[in-house]
């Protein structure tokens, strides 16, 4: 990496993974694949959201939101990493570069609080069942949808002004997309109080939602063991395990990586770290919600026997 102009950067490089060959060929196919299959399981649970009325309700509203968030968020990432392990590095202009930050970072943020969000849902149909409907009307869900957006893409600008206005000594970014850190190691000054502040907000904005997460789900356990039967108590949970195994693998990767000890985050274990959180939740997020999730399967069935009917009719 050679030293250049310091006071601002056409182009930085994406160093992205350190693989030759054979290898490179076959990661960049397998990454590819899933790429398409994460595009096509989240628009498929937006449109089955859409198209079938038993799915009609504020969870799913929100699980289709959280699809929609996850096409994005994925897409962010993916086609910057495609390219590096095609082609070994990829330059990228810095105002593409910082533009990538940004929204990788909203629509992280928005996603921590959208997970609140689903949290609170499910406390209201648990705990609340006879006042769930009004509480969580149309009206409030688009709203509710919408705060998390302002509040993802707002918190975000935070991240950008700590690397936009910073000067660089430096342009290869060991990574496959732009992120904080990586730019930072980048910069001509110290960058201790920038990264500092960082930590302290991501841990904040990690915290503060996880916090009231589990504040719900200890209000969700003490009204499911007041349930008299255990089918009703087992029926209750279920509605649960997919939000928060989903929960799980977001915040917990997302903690390992921006607040987790150094060693974790040295070069080349981010990495891989960051590849569960920006890449593989969004693969898995669809597959948990419909494996899991007897409602879905039988809304597959219904759609499936629309198209039948159709297609004997035509």
Not at 91 to 118: D, K, N, R
Not at 299 to 311: D, F, G, P, S, T
Request: charged fraction near 10%.
């Amino acid at each position: 990496m050679d030293p250049f102009n310091h006071t601002w950067t056409q182009t930085f490089i994406l160093a992205g993974f350190n693989i030759s060959g054979r290898l490179r060929h076959l990661a960049f196919l397998g990454t590819l694949c899933i790429y398409l299959l994460t595009l096509a399981g989240n628009l498929f649970i937006i449109v089955l959201v859409k198209t079938d009325s038993g799915l009609s309700t504020p969870m799913y509203f929100f699980i289709s939101v959280l699809s929609f968030l996850e096409l994005w968020y994925v897409s962010s990432t993916v086609p910057t990493l495609l390219h590096t392990l095609l082609h070994g590095s990829s330059p990228i202009p810095s105002a593409l570069c910082f533009t990538q930050l940004y929204f990788f970072h909203s629509l992280g943020i928005t996603e921590c609080f959208l997970l609140c969000v689903m949290a609170l849902d499910r406390y209201l149909a648990i705990c609340l069942p006879l006042h769930y409907h009004a509480l969580m009307s149309t009206q409030v869900q688009r709203w509710l949808a919408g705060a998390t957006g302002m509040t993802g893409f707002s918190a975000a600008l935070v991240s950008v002004s700590l690397t936009a206005t910073l000067p660089y000594c430096l342009r290869e970014i060991a990574h496959y997309f732009c992120d904080l850190d990586p730019l930072m190691h980048l910069s001509c000054v110290d960058t201790g109080w920038r990264a500092q502040v960082f930590i302290v907000m991501v841990g904040i904005l990690n915290t503060c939602p996880l916090v009231v997460i589990l504040g719900f789900y200890a209000g969700i356990v003490k009204a499911v063991l007041k349930l008299p039967s255990d089918s009703s108590r087992a029926k209750a949970f279920s509605t649960c395990s997919s939000h928060i195994i989903v929960v799980t693998l977001f915040f917990g990767s997302a903690w390992i990586v921006y607040v987790g000890p150094p060693v974790v985050r040295a070069e080349g274990r981010d990495k891989l770290m960051s590849l569960m959180y920006s890449f593989l939740t969004p693969f898995l997020n669809p597959i948990i919600y419909t494996l899991r999730n007897k409602e879905v399967k039988e809304a597959v069935k219904r759609i499936a026997e629309r198209m039948k009917n159709l297609l004997k009719k035509s």
